[in-house]
């Protein structure tokens, strides 16, 4: 199994909610190790820039108002196959067709404020990961 490392956010509405450390047990309870952690308050121009890819959408304003309306943590996890392993224990995008057990199912609002993000790529985990650290910041966990 190849060693991973996907990016992660605990979005405004579950920090609101107090739910940071919950989450962050998820993460650990799968396997997925910690490797940087830090809490930002994203301008709107970091919030545009990192979802570049929806610019489109008919939902795009309405993300980053969410994704500016609080502080969020951003978080490097990093365990075999992080990238499917993260996005296994989030739950699908809309909380109403996530699985049982899963963070979005248990803890998301609703489609727009769903809890989390995670990386649904190696490639993008990479291009996420240099957004919000420097290499660094990165704490290997190789013990
Ligand atoms: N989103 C939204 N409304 C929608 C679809 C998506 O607000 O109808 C937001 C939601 O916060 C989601 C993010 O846009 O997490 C990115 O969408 P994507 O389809 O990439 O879902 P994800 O990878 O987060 O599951």
Redesign the pocket.
């Known amino acids: 199994m190849a060693i991973e490392r996907t990016f992660s956010i605990v979005?405004p509405d579950a920090v609101a909610k107090n739910l940071i450390g919950a989450i962050y047990s998820r993460f650990e309870n799968a396997g997925l190790k910690i490797v940087a952690s830090k809490m930002v308050h994203l301008s709107r121009a970091q919030a545009e820039g990192f979802?570049a890819e929806?610019k489109e959408?008919p939902?795009f304003g309405?993300?980053v108002d969410?994704m500016t309306s609080g502080p969020i943590m951003v978080q490097v996890l990093e365990g075999e196959n992080a990238v499917l392993a993260n996005r296994e224990i989030?739950g699908?995008?809309n909380p109403a067709e996530a699985a049982r057990g899963t963070i979005r199912s248990d803890f998301a609002n609703s489609?727009?404020?769903?809890a989390v993000?995670?990386s649904?790529a190696v490639a993008s985990a990479e291009r996420e990961i240099a957004y919000f650290f420097t290499e660094e910041e990165l704490c290997p966990r190789t013990r």
Do not use: V
């Open positions: 979005k979802y929806h959408r939902f309405a993300l969410f989030m699908a995008t489609i727009d404020e769903n993000h995670g649904d």
